[in-house]
């Protein structure tokens, strides 16, 4: 009996330990302030209509692209006369206007543990009013999401994949296919 009520008394101590080790933990992290704040939201931080949205510029495999909108039409902005495909630059900017994240992450001090040290790529959009830069970071394959953030801020974006990838196009990608360009295509195969 005396065996018995020492193994009780042990684990009776062990539970206390283990109990004050749980408080602890969760103690230090609620406390923790040096370590970013996630908060997963589904939060609109951009809240415009695509329809509001007059010029787009992004960058894609080293290359930046840029189009703008006069009257209603989109326009490659260096050259208005290479014909683009209208749904192509709309369902772009409909990624991003409005713009919703997945979670926010606040208080970030080493932005390149998410990518956004030195990002290279960059998504920005206008209105008549107001002008919009994400700079692109790391995907995270894990989660599915792409860490963004607005030039010298230290609050990061988690969105969704399809946010930044819906931009993985070059100029070709968004032109349109006209008869002369076949017929030329066609002449120089023949060739």
């Not at 960059?122 to 953030?149: H, L, P, W």
């Not at 990838?165 to 100029?171: D, E, H, R, T, V």
């Amino acid at each position: 009996m005396e065996k018995q009520a020492k193994q009780l008394l042990i684990l009776l101590l062990v539970l206390v330990v283990l109990a004050a080790a749980v408080l602890g933990l969760r103690y230090y992290n609620n406390t923790a302030s040096d370590e970013p704040q996630e908060e997963e939201t589904g939060e609109v931080i951009v809240d415009i209509s695509k329809d509001d949205v007059i010029k787009l510029t992004y960058v894609y495999e080293g290359e930046t692209y840029s189009f703008e909108k006069e009257d209603d039409t989109w326009y490659y902005a260096d050259d208005h006369s290479i014909p683009i495909t209208q749904y192509k630059i709309t369902n772009m900017i409909s990624g991003v206007a409005p713009l919703t994240v997945e979670q926010v992450i606040t208080e970030v001090t080493n932005m390149s543990q998410y990518g956004l040290a030195d990002a290279e790529r960059t998504i920005s959009f206008e209105t008549e009013s107001a002008s919009y830069i994400f700079e692109v970071g790391d995907y995270n394959s894990v989660s599915g999401v792409y860490y963004i953030c607005r030039p010298s801020e230290n609050t990061v974006y988690a969105v969704s994949s399809s946010v930044v990838s819906i931009f993985n196009k070059s100029l070709e990608d968004v032109t349109e296919e006209t008869e002369e360009a076949d017929e030329s295509t066609a002449e120089n195969d023949s060739e």
